[in-house]
């Protein structure tokens, strides 16, 4: 999919008109449930197989937990969270039409455990109290600017022993500054996508 330079994974502006494509909720309560995703420059919903080996990471279940999906996008990691249990997901996503369909898709779920903020995600992250979420995807575009600024304001919001997922274009290194503090627990490839999980040194 295409890379945006926008603070959203589906970007300031549409590729025409947008016709919706589908993505796949992989388990839980509405497994195997297609919601209709638009097509927007940018948009670039986690793969398949990539949730399958990010929710077998955090252990099936998000029963309880707290998720904040920043770079809202598709919603498909925020609808699968809440498909497994989360008490509560605030997704993100300034793109007016993406939150639009994410709005539509809840509704069409009656996802009472889902709210949707129609703002910038990094902006919104900033205006947040630490430790709000037990889980935060982070999915922003692969913008060498735009991913050590949401890395810096999402870390503050994870409660303690919670955990940060990241997606990249690259692969986070285990000693940069910008993960100062914080280990990389789990890390794989798919195609050009690196996905990290995170936690905090001393939760481990």
């Known amino acids: 999919m295409p890379r945006s330079s926008s603070h959203s994974r589906a970007g300031a502006a549409s590729a025409g008109r947008g016709e919706p494509h589908t993505v796949r909720i992989i388990g839980g309560d509405w497994k195997r449930t297609p919601l209709p995703v638009l097509e927007l420059d940018g948009l670039r919903p986690t793969p398949d197989r990539v949730r399958e080996t990010l929710f077998n990471w955090l252990g099936q279940r998000l029963d309880g ?73 982070l999915d922003p575009p692969f913008d060498e600017e735009i991913l050590p600024r949401a890395l810096a304001l999402a870390m503050p919001l994870v409660a303690a022993n919670g955990w940060l997922y990241v997606e990249s274009g690259a692969p986070l290194d285990d000693e940069s500054a910008a993960l100062a503090g914080w280990s990389i627990a789990r890390h794989g490839k798919a195609g050009a996508v690196h996905y990290h999980l995170l936690q905090r040194e001393n939760d481990e």
């Open 65 to 137: 937990q707290r998720c904040l999906d920043l770079f809202a996008g598709s919603g498909a990691l925020g609808f699968e969270a809440a498909s497994r249990g989360a008490a509560r997901v605030v997704m993100v996503e300034r793109n007016a039409r993406a939150a639009r369909q994410l709005r539509e898709n809840q509704a069409r779920l009656a996802a009472r455990a889902i709210e949707i903020a129609e703002a910038d995600g990094l902006r919104l992250a900033a205006s947040l109290a630490p430790g709000s979420f037990d889980v935060v995807f």
